[in-house]
């Protein structure tokens, strides 16, 4: 290979990128508005159409939101490899728009929960009658909130151990209208000891280190009730090689660990969960659940 070899790389990935900004940038004038020079705004809108002419055709308000905010996420934390290729894994992100971002991004677990209800009866009853919500890896709250909104008749607990995140989390509660069905803690998964109290429990698989994963998941299935239900989640890969390599990097320089789906049904089977299910409700988010018997 050569020079010009790499900066022809460089420049076919850049290109990447810079549709991926321009799709973002799109997003968040329609989001938010704004003003912007009529020509850049216009090539902004050229550029998507060449992309997809009819890529946003059919893309409701919150699903632009969603998306501006894997978007956003995904830049903050390029950015971070590249600067800090270096550190050691772990979710150690303070900048409030990373944690905002994927805040944001984590509302779509709820839709997908929603999803997988329609295909397991017993899941859509639990989501309707009077319980709890367990919410494992809260971050800044944002699952929580619509949570608490979609599912009235469930009382909502969110634990997290990331002080930066629950910080926000704290603030943002407090400002929606379900404050009062949400109740927030600074609580290591590990040390969760109730028991029988929870309906529903989502554990965000790609945050949760290696080692706690074990304890998590026994001290999790204790505290279900008899009938209630695990969702773990994890990361889709991408259909290629390297797709799979950058997801992977992704999770473990977040501090998690990429499970394949055998690995994490090999986990709950061993631990009695039953009706055992795979579901994809909406990429990159992919479900594994089980019900305590």
Known sequence: ???????????RLNAAVEELAVLGAELRLRREGGDAD???RKLLQDIVG??????????????????LAFITAFFRQAVDLLENP????????????VLQSQGQASRLVVR???????RQPGLQEALRRSGAFLD??????????????????????????WEPALALARKNIAASEVADRIELRNQDVQHLDERDRY????LAGPFIPLHVVAPALENIHRALTPGGWLV????????SLIGEALTNLRIVRGGGHPWTVDEVLTRLRSLGYEQLDSFSPNPPIQFIVGRKP
């Open 1 to 11: 290979m050569s020079f010009e070899a790499l900066i022809a790389v460089s420049q």
């Open 38 to 40: 009529p020509r850049v």
């Open 50 to 67: 060449q992309i997809d002419p009819r890529l946003l055709d059919g893309v409701d308000a919150q699903q632009e939101a969603v998306a």
């Open 86 to 97: 270096g550190r050691a894994p772990g979710w150690l992100y303070d900048d409030p728009i």
């Open 112 to 118: 997908g929960i929603e999803a997988l209800a329609a």
């Open 136 to 161: 494992v890896g809260t971050g800044v709250g944002l699952l929580a909130i619509e949570a608490a909104r979609s599912w009235p008749a469930l009382e909502v607990v969110g634990i997290d151990i």
């Open 199 to 202: 309906t529903l429990a989502w």
């Open 232 to 239: 773990f989640g994890l990361y889709v890969p991408q259909p």
